[in-house]
């Protein structure tokens, strides 16, 4: 079965980690739980960033791509979110699942072992061909955009 059918084949993973294989946390989740795989907690200073380990490796499917994507939690509660979200792990990556975490709060929080820190999505993709032209079509929208449409 390849990327383009309708079920998504089986995502090979190796677990270099303390912690079990990331889970949906419940039956309509789109993305997994990835955790924090540290020997020390690490502390962000505010507008501190870090390269969080999660001790896992993926084997991806051709056509696809995981997401690296912040936890609204955190976010919320600690101004804490994955810095360039959303980090795209390759299907030829075979690397470490690193999670880029930047704390734009006012306080420093630590990560621990273990904290839920980033959700990872795993999603189809299309490459592009590129047809060059001398012009686009055009639509209603055309140029407009950045907020073009106004804030009310």
Known sequence: MNATDTEM????IVNK???PL??????????LDLRANLDASVVLAP????????????????GTEAQVRPR??????????????PGTIDADYRGEVG????NHGQEAFTVNDG???AQLVIARYMRAEWREAADL???ARGAGGFGHTGTK
Not at 9 to 12: E, G
Not at 22 to 31: D, F, M, N, V
Not at 72 to 85: D, E, F, M, Q, W
Request: hydrophobic residues 35%.
């Open 9 to 12: 084949p089986p995502v090979r």
């Open 17 to 19: 980690g303390r912690h």
């Open 22 to 31: 990331p889970q949906y946390a419940t039956p309509h989740s789109a993305g």
């Open 47 to 62: 507008g501190q960033r870090a390269l969080i380990p999660t001790g896992l490796f993926l084997e991806l499917p051709e």
């Open 72 to 85: 609204s939690g955190l976010a919320l509660k600690h101004g804490v979110t994955v810095l360039n979200s």
């Open 99 to 102: 999670v880029l975490l930047i």
């Open 115 to 117: 904290e839920r820190v």
């Open 137 to 139: 079509t055009s639509s």
